[in-house]
């Protein structure tokens, strides 16, 4: 199991690189140039300077996550084609230092969404949460919460400057159906795939979080039959899935190890994590161990070691333990996704005992 971990040092200063070295099986680190806004040109001497901290410690710098996608092109404006020049000097760039995987997302306006930040577990530690009801409310009143009670960290997409400007947001994407959004994806990877083609780099969309439209915008990689949809058009193995766990497990319905036993050769990174969805749809977050939640990570471990997975992998979120949130960003912790990693490196052990590989 190509073991990953991502979020450290800037941005997450309670980490370090030290840390990480610690945790058994960690092969790669799975990183970023954080300070980047969509759209923005990254230089090669930052990209170089990043790639070598992390080959300095011993560590894979292959995978990225994410090159975030600029509004224009998920909205189709004539300008998509100048940041979709500056994402293709970017994959060139990364591909001179090794990067073989960029993870990005195609959802409008946030990324990951959650209503609480903090939300106490029984057992005294807390985790990330998502309160269906609460999503009717205005987004703006929503952002305002959450980043007051966000301390200096707030989740990726819900930054305090793109708040800011949330109704222009909103309007600008006031046309873009599920179509019509779906296109632009195309659009997009088309344009893409000859020089990921090139550089050996492959294109791994991370699934929508919550698995269904919020706030009224469209939302399409969300289930085995819109994952489907994608990989059959745009029919390229540069074109392949990051498949989390923990954002497709948002909704029951889908089927986790058997997507995994049907995707197996288009899923380039694996986010395993657990939530535990409540009967009237909310869900938390929770520890990586199958019984504390709605995903059968076993079953989940199973389908990818049946499949001969070699792709990346990382434990994604984990719940904040012994005081850390005041220091980590929220999911990001140390404790939980360390113990996360031995969970799941334990059930592909034994899996591996049982065929005889030591
Ligand atoms: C959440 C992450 C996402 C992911 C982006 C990919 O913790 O998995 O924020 O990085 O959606 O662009």
Redesign the pocket.
């Known amino acids: 199991m190509n073991m990953t971990w991502?979020w450290y040092g800037e941005g997450n200063d309670s980490i370090t690189l030290d840390h990480v070295r610690q945790i058994p099986g960690v092969m790669g680190i799975v990183w970023s140039l954080h300070d980047k806004v969509a759209g923005e040109v990254w230089e090669m001497d930052r990209i170089q300077a990043e790639a070598d901290k992390i080959v300095a410690k011993g560590f894979s710098p292959a995978v990225v996550?994410?090159v975030?996608v600029h509004d224009d092109i998920k909205i189709g404006l004539p300008s998509r084609d100048h940041y979709i020049d500056i994402y293709i000097d970017t994959i060139r760039k990364l591909a001179k230092v090794g990067v073989k995987v960029i993870?990005?997302?195609f959802?409008p306006v946030f990324?990951?969404t959650r209503t609480d930040l903090y939300k106490e577990l029984p057992d005294g530690s807390n985790a990330l949460f998502y309160e269906k009801a609460a999503i009717t409310e205005d987004p703006k009143e929503m952002a305002e919460r959450i980043l007051a009670g966000a301390g200096h960290f707030t989740?990726?997409?819900w930054e305090p400057e793109r708040m800011a400007r949330l109704d222009e947001l909103f309007a600008a994407y006031a046309g873009v159906t599920e179509d019509k959004l779906f296109e632009n994806l195309v659009y997009f990877l088309n344009r893409l795939m000859p020089v990921c083609e090139e550089t050996d780099i492959r294109m791994a969309i991370?699934p929508d979080?919550p698995a269904w439209p919020i706030f009224g915008l469209p939302r399409i990689i969300r289930s085995r039959e819109t994952i489907r949809r994608l990989l059959d058009t745009v029919d390229n193995p540069y074109n392949g899935l990051?498949f989390?766990t923990g954002?497709l497990g948002s909704n029951p319905q889908n089927d986790l190890p058997a997507m995994i036993r049907e995707f197996h050769d288009r899923i380039y990174f694996a986010?395993i994590r657990n939530v535990k969805v409540f009967e009237n749809g909310d869900f938390i977050e929770v520890s990586h161990r199958g019984c504390d939640g709605s995903v059968n990570v076993p079953e989940v471990v199973k389908a990818y070691h049946e499949s001969g997975f070699k792709g990346y992998v990382r434990p994604?979120?984990g719940r904040h333990l012994w005081g850390e949130e005041k220091t980590c960003r929220p999911?990001?912790g140390l404790y939980d996704r360390a113990m996360g990693i031995m969970y799941l490196l334990g059930v592909w052990d034994s899996l591996e005992n049982a065929k005889g590989v030591k």
Do not use: A, I, L
Request: include cysteine; aromatic fraction near 14%.
């Open positions: 991502r996550e994410s975030n993870c990005y997302n959802m990324d990951w989740m990726p997409g991370h979080d990051t989390c954002s986010h994604d979120h999911g990001y």
